[in-house]
C-alpha cells in the first residue's frame, strides 16, 4: 500500500481543524445560549457531535468540489493522489464509524450516502457498506444486502486506481456479497448472498451470479 504523504495529511488536518472549529463555534453561539436545563452538558456534548459530523459532510463535498475524485490510476505526487489520500483519511478517520455500523437504520444510512456524495435512484437502500460513495451509482428499487461490501478503488501493491461502480435499476445484491471496482450490473439482476464479483465483470440484466469468484448461474429471461 502505498503511503500517505505528509503534505496530504496536513490538507486533512487543517480540513479537520476547520470542521471542529466550525462545530464548537456554532455550539457556544446557538446551542449553549438556549435554556437546556439539568442536562446542559450532555445536550451541548451530543450537538456538538452532530455539528462535527454535518460539517464534516459539508468540508468534505467542497473538498470533492475542489479536487474531485477521477477515474483511473492515481499517479504518485498528484492532485489526483492528493484528492484520493485525503478522500481516504476522511474516511478512515471520520465517516468509516457511520458506514460500517449496524445502529444507524437503513433509511438514515441512505441520506448519509447521499450527503457523502453517492448516486442513489429512488427507493434504494443499502443495509451494506459503500466504501467510495462518489464513484457508486446505483438505479432505483435496488437492495444492498447485510454486510455486503461496494468499492470502487484498485490497491494492489504500490498501484492505487479508481474505477466507478454502476449497478441497474431493481437489483438485489444479496447479504455479504463483495462488489469490486469497475463492476457495472444490469437491470433486474441478482447477485447471491456471499459472492464476489471480481473487478471489471460486466452482469447482464436479469442474469443471475454467485460464487467465489462470482460467475453467471442463470441467464436472463428468454436467454440461454
Known amino acids: ?23 464548537v463555534g456554532t455550539t457556544a453561539l446557538a446551542v449553549d445560549r438556549l435554556p437546556l436545563g439539568d442536562f446542559r452538558g450532555i445536550v451541548l456534548c451530543v450537538a456538538a457531535a452532530l455539528l462535527i459530523y454535518l460539517y464534516a459532510f459539508l468540508v468534505y463535498r467542497c473538498f470533492l468540489l475542489a479536487l474531485p475524485l477521477r477515474e483511473g490510476e492515481v499517479v504518485e505526487h498528484s492532485r489526483h493522489e492528493l484528492a484520493a489520500n485525503v478522500n481516504i483519511l476522511f474516511y478512515l478517520l471520520l465517516f468509516n464509524s457511520l458506514i460500517r455500523t449496524h445502529f444507524i437504520p437503513v433509511p438514515l444510512q441512505r441520506l448519509i450516502y447521499l450527503a457523502l456524495g453517492a448516486r442513489l435512484g429512488a427507493n434504494t437502500y443499502s443495509a451494506g457498506a459503500l466504501l467510495d460513495p462518489p464513484l457508486t451509482r446505483i438505479g432505483s428499487n435496488t437492495i444492498i444486502g447485510h454486510d455486503a461490501v ?19 435499476n431493481t437489483v ?3 447479504a455479504k456479497a463483495v462488489v469490486m471496482a ?11 448472498t456471499g459472492a ?27 436467454q440461454t
Do not use: Y
Open 1 to 23: 500500500m502505498r503511503a500517505i504523504k505528509p503534505g496530504q495529511v496536513a490538507v486533512f488536518m487543517c480540513l479537520l481543524a476547520l470542521i471542529l472549529l466550525l462545530a
Open 150 to 168: 461496494i468499492f470502487a478503488h484498485v490497491i494492489e501493491g504500490a498501484r492505487l486506481e479508481l474505477k466507478a461502480v454502476t449497478i441497474g
Open 172 to 174: 438485489t445484491i444479496g
Open 182 to 192: 469497475g463492476v457495472q450490473i444490469g437491470d433486474n439482476a441478482i447477485v447471491s
Open 196 to 222: 464476489v464479483v471480481t473487478k471489471d465483470t460486466r452482469i447482464g440484466a436479469g442474469e443471475v451470479w454467485g460464487g467465489v469468484p462470482a460467475r453467471r448461474l442463470k441467464p436472463a429471461p428468454g
